[in-house]
């Protein structure tokens, strides 16, 4: 039955609940009403989507990504191992993910032994830095592939024993940008697999060192060029593993419902050029004029591009390199008169990282020279870093080849 027609308010008692009566002053029988037409009011069911959510039943995680790669590159050396490598250190990252985001909750923020606790370069270790290193190390330990391991918080590389001993080098950050970890913003991992090499060190070793640490330290003392697979694993909005094993780049994204890692970044590009520096300019007096000219450049307008750039920094070497392999542009920790070597560690700092990002199709380079050729001289040896995309990392490179001339 059609609703009358507008009459006067209150002449009218409508049998349709939804049809509200305005500027009605009968306010009990409004209130009596309501809950009348409450009971009977059909009740809103709200039915379930008729279209099924697509459930992945077979979500390309890194364990079957690795797994295939390995049958499918049977001529690919090291392969096998990787897949069983890349489950151990999967496993030591999602576990310093947990603790890393419970770090509030389980006390685990603040500075190991109330700052009393330095390692080998004289930084004050956090409670995190010692545990992600603990998790790490028993991870790649127990991984049975493992002959020596070298470490940020490790004065020295440690031989795996003999039981668990295998023929790779693993070199590591456990926890990069840790500066920034009681504040809850972004940190990661960082990691390089070497092989362990079989020649020998130059004689003037001999003198100083047994035979065990020298072949140790020979092991551990290989440029970038060598590695046979790096990676990070950014603790952040999301926790992100991107790893290369020399053929590519691929991003792989924690899903807490199934705990696994899933391929969500297949075959990372770097862009060629990019519209953002990320740089810690509170240095920027004391760089060096060429590089303060190119920060200008950028910054103005007066680049290759005559584009101006936007400024990033977190201050978390993994998250800005991360942000720079997706959208673009340049980071760098130059070295500067303070700092002739700049602050990042050239063996598990720089070399893993720059291996990536020339996966990636980028560049990664002192300014001079380029970082994957670099020996080593010294375990935890700094080395000036500026990385990125191609043409915005070759404009700095072609000032400093300029300014050689
Ligand atoms: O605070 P600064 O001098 O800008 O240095 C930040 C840089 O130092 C680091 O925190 C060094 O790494 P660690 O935290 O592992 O020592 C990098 O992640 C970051 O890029």
Redesign the pocket.
């Known amino acids: 039955m059609a609703p009358p027609a507008f009459v006067p308010a209150l002449a009218v008692r409508s049998s349709h609940p939804h049809v509200s009566l305005r500027n009605s002053s009968s306010r009990p029988a409004s209130r009596a009403h309501a809950a009348r037409t409450a009971r009977t009011a059909p009740r809103m069911v709200v039915s379930p989507p008729k279209q099924t959510v697509h459930q992945d039943t077979s979500p390309m995680t890194l364990t079957r990504y690795m797994i295939q790669s390995a049958m499918d590159n049977t001529d690919l050396e090291h392969m096998q191992d990787m897949q069983s490598l890349m489950s151990s250190i999967q496993l030591a990252c999602k576990k310093i993910s947990s603790l890393v985001q419970r770090a509030g909750i389980s006390n685990l923020t603040g500075l190991e032994d109330g700052g009393g606790s330095v390692n080998v370069q004289g930084?004050e270790q956090k409670k995190l830095d010692v545990l992600s290193n603990e998790v790490l190390k028993n991870a790649l330990r127990y991984s049975g592939k493992m002959g020596i391991i070298a470490s940020?918080e490790e004065d020295e590389p440690v031989v795996v024993d003999e039981v668990y001993s295998g023929n790779y080098v693993a070199v590591f950050?456990p926890?990069?940008?840790?500066?920034?970890i009681d504040a809850g913003i972004a940190t990661g991992t960082i990691f390089g697999i070497f092989v362990q090499n079989t020649g020998c060190l130059a004689s003037d070793w001999e003198s100083k060192i047994d035979e065990s640490e020298l072949t140790c330290l020979y092991n551990t003392m290989q440029p970038g060029s060598n590695l046979v697979a790096a990676g990070y694993c950014m603790y952040s909005s999301s926790c992100m593993m991107v790893l290369t094993t020399g053929h590519g780049v691929n991003g792989f994204t924690l899903d807490p419902q199934i705990g696994e890692f899933v391929l969500t970044h297949p075959d990372m590009k770097i862009p060629e050029r990019g519209n953002i520096y990320s740089f810690?300019e509170?240095?920027e007096p004391a760089w060096d004029p060429i590089l303060q000219k190119y920060v200008q450049n950028l910054k103005t307008g007066q680049g290759q591009t005559n584009q101006r750039y936007s400024s990033r920094?977190i201050?978390?070497?993994?998250a800005?390199v991360h942000r720079t392999i997706l959208y673009g542009g340049v980071f760098g920790?130059p070295g500067d008169a303070k700092n002739p070597n700049g602050?990042?560690r050239l063996l598990y700092?720089c070399a893993p990282m720059s291996f990536i990002v020339e996966q990636a199709g980028g560049i990664a380079t002192t300014g001079k020279d380029r970082i994957m050729d670099i020996i080593p001289n010294a375990v935890h040896q700094r080395m000036p870093l500026i990385i990125g995309s191609k043409d915005d990392v070759q404009e700095l490179v072609d000032m400093y080849a300029a300014a050689e001339e």
């Open positions: 930084e940020e950050d926890l990069d940008g840790s500066s920034n810690n509170a240095n920094y201050g978390s070497l993994v800005d920790y602050k990042l700092e």
